[in-house]
T-cell receptor
């Protein structure tokens, strides 16, 4: 399984755009990149998934360069409620596959 | 609609006791996963069911851990002769389809926080 590396923590302020970059140098051809969000005392929540280029949904955007060795989760105009841990995962896009979580990035949004 | 439900939310047990943790997946979801999350760390895979079949139990830390899903819906994770190192949050996740189906994210419950005294 491809290993991911992401910053341990980040600070931001309300209204700013936050970009969290994840490195996955050993990503395989069949691997997708998926991001989950986790609030304290809750289970992880799926945010976004992509394979290449750019994916956007109502919550976030995911930018993936051509070599796919990294990806960037972009959260537009964050609010205090976006304070959470964000996990970058790499693996086959297969409902029967277990998810391999790293340590995640702890995002703190300040007023 | 209803999400993944886990019970109890909190469980305190004395070392050596047996515990049972329950997971009610989203109705109709074929795949069911159990994860263990230690404080300050990401979840770690324990075991996987496709319907009632346990297809992968490679993550179970010892033979004290046992999981079942007899009718392909509700699942129970049982830990026998609990130890202090078993203290963690146990998360259950389900997804709509099984092996070979793509683009089906896993939906997590809020977990059971287990504390072993």
């Amino acid at each position: 399984l491809a290993k991911t590396t992401q910053p341990i923590s980040m600070d931001s302020y309300e209204g700013q755009e936050v970009n969290i970059t994840c490195s996955h140098n050993n990503i395989a051809t069949n691997d997708y990149i998926t991001w989950y969000q986790q609030f304290p005392s809750q289970g992880p929540r799926f945010i976004i998934q992509g394979y290449k280029t750019k994916v956007t949904n109502e919550v976030a955007s995911l930018f993936i360069p051509a070599d796919r060795k990294s990806s960037t989760l972009s959260l537009p105009r964050v609010s205090l409620s976006d304070t959470a841990v964000y996990y970058c995962l790499v693996g086959e896009d297969n409902a029967g596959n277990m998810l391999t979580f790293g340590g995640g990035t702890r995002l703190m949004v300040k007023p | 609609g209803a999400g993944v439900s886990q019970s109890p939310r909190y469980k305190v047990a004395k070392r050596g006791q047996d515990v049972a943790l329950r997971c009610d997946p989203i109705s109709g979801h074929v795949s069911l996963f159990w994860y263990q999350q230690a404080l300050g760390q990401g979840p770690e895979f324990l075991t996987y069911f496709q319907n009632e079949a346990q297809l992968d139990k490679s993550g179970l830390p010892s033979d004290r851990f046992f999981a079942e899903r007899p009718e392909g819906s509700v699942s129970t994770l049982k830990i026998q002769r609990t130890q202090q190192e078993d203290s963690a949050v146990y998360l259950c996740a389900s997804s709509l389809a099984g092996t070979g189906y793509s683009n089906q994210p896993q939906h997590f419950g809020d977990g059971t926080r287990l504390s072993i005294l």
